[in-house]
Structure formats: C-alpha cells, structure tokens
C-alpha cells in the first residue's frame, strides 16, 4: 500500500514568513497527491492537488509540484498570515476505489 | 449543500457502554468513509462503503467495532463495549465516484471520550 511521511510539527512562524512543509511518498504507480486542511473543530478539506509528474497544485497563495524523481510533494507558501493556522495533511491515492493514505499531519501556528 | 452531517459533536460515555456515531453523507456522493484520529496515531482510515456496500473494512481494530449503511443517505459507527483506547475523534466523509478524484467532504467529527 501507500506510505507517507511528512514533517514533524509543529511549525511557529511569525506572519509574513515564508512556509515549507515537506512530503514524501511511496507508492506503487503513480499515485495523485493532495494537501488537505484541518482548521480548529472541523473536518478536513481539500487544499490543492496534483495527478501527474511535474503537475503544480495550487490555490489560496498555497502551492505544491509533484516531484517523481525525489517522490515529493512539499508544501510552500511565500507569506503566511494568522489565519493560515491549521493542519496540513499531505496525502496519497492510487489504485481504484478512492482509498487515500493521509501523513500524520503538520501543526502550523502563525503569530502576529 | 449541507455538508457532512456527523451526530453527536461530543459523547461521553463510560467503559463497556455501546457507543454510536451517526453520518449522513452529502447528497448524490456515493462513497462514505469512516476514520479515527488520535494524536498517536493520526488519520486512520476504518472502513468505507460504494453504493451502500461495504468495500474494505480492514481498518477496523476489533470486532467491538460495526459500520452500517442501509440507505444513501445514512450511517453508523457503532463501538460495544466500549473502551478508554477508544477515546478519539471520529471522521465521517463521502466523495462522489467518478472517472477523476473527487475530493473527500469531511464532517466536523465526533469526539468520543471513554472513561
């Protein structure tokens, strides 16, 4: 099955500093990659994603390549605000049936 | 779009007490997933269903753990008895199968504390 790894948390940064969150897989195939969000007291909610090599995911100033020859997908962003604070999961679907393997979550907490 | 719908938001409850969580998916999304998560063992995936069948339920710890879904639009998680280890934040979501991915729409959860 797929694996995923992603940094260890948590992240303190001040606003406005830039953010990387690393993620590395493994997979069998090429799998597609996403990042997903956990904000306090809610579920999880898709960030951005990528399907294939050299794909670059996108959205909210967040972005993402899917890098086969390093099996990565690290998360940046060039200028973090307070309400980035949150849980990012990085995580990993191949094969059919829509089973996606989930990271163990990075906790980021952006000060004033 | 109401979103996932889990009940209840928090339950508490004492050891050897059954335990049941509900979810109604989002409407027209025909996979439904259940997942745990704990601060140890972060997002594990329970078990999910496809048009109301049960598809992999190899994530269920024990068989004090059951998951039902008799129509589209509703399911449980049921635990008996209940145990302290069992204590975790409870995930319903469901996705709509189609040839692409179809993002997951979580619940807000159910936190579940067995003492």
């Known amino acids: 099955g797929n694996s995923v790894t992603q940094m260890e948390g948590p992240v303190t940064l001040s606003e406005e500093a830039f953010l990387t969150i690393n993620c590395t897989y493994t997979?069998?195939?090429?799998?597609?990659l996403f990042w997903y969000v956990q904000y306090p007291g809610e579920g999880l909610q898709l960030l951005l994603k990528?399907?294939?090599?050299?794909d670059k995911g996108s959205n909210k100033g967040f972005e993402a390549t899917y890098r086969k020859e390093t099996t990565s997908f690290h998360l940046e962003k060039g200028s973090v605000q307070v309400s980035d604070s949150a849980v990012y999961f990085c995580a990993a679907l191949s094969g059919g049936y829509q089973k996606v393997t989930f990271g163990i979550g990075t906790k980021l907490q952006v000060i004033p | 779009d109401a979103g996932v719908i889990q009940s209840p938001r928090h339950e508490v409850t004492e050891m050897g007490q059954e335990v049941t969580l509900r979810c109604k998916p989002i409407?027209?999304?025909?996979?439904l997933f259940w997942y745990r998560q704990t601060m140890m063992r972060g997002l594990e995936l329970l078990i999910y269903?496809?048009?109301?069948?049960?598809?992999?339920d190899s994530g269920m710890p024990e068989d004090r753990f059951s998951a039902k879904m008799p129509n589209a639009s509703f399911s449980t998680l049921k635990i008996q008895p209940s145990e302290p280890r069992d204590s975790a934040v409870y995930f319903c979501a469901s996705s709509r199968g189609t040839g692409d991915y179809s993002p997951l729409h979580f619940g807000n959860g159910t936190r579940l504390t067995v003492t």
């Open positions: 997979a069998t195939g090429y799998p597609s």
């Open positions: 269903f496809n048009n109301n069948v049960p598809i992999d």
């Open positions: 990528a399907t294939k090599a050299d």
């Open positions: 409407s027209g999304h025909d996979y």
